[in-house]
């Protein structure tokens, strides 16, 4: 099964690590670091340039995308 994430970007939802919400989990300076170096190593996706409101982490990449984790939650059952 896939999740869509808008734009053109589908994923497979067995490739799904975690979904979570931009706001909440970006207060962690941990989480900021993880991110920063997931782009500096050229894995973070960025669906489309909107402000973002979650981020999907799978095994190999990391999307950035504008809806929000209940909609992606949804979208997932």
């Not at 340039?49 to 909609?71: G, H, M, Q, R, W």
């Amino acid at each position: 099964m896939y999740l869509y994430l808008g734009g053109d970007t589908a994923i497979k939802s067995d490739k799904i690590i975690g979904i979570f919400d931009m706001d909440t989990s970006t207060v962690n300076k941990a989480t900021r670091d993880y991110l920063s170096k997931a782009e500096k190593e050229k894995r973070v996706i960025y669906v489309n340039y909107e402000l973002p409101k979650s981020f999907v982490v799978c095994e190999d990449k990391i999307y950035v995308c504008p809806l929000n984790t209940a909609t992606l939650l949804k979208r997932s059952k």
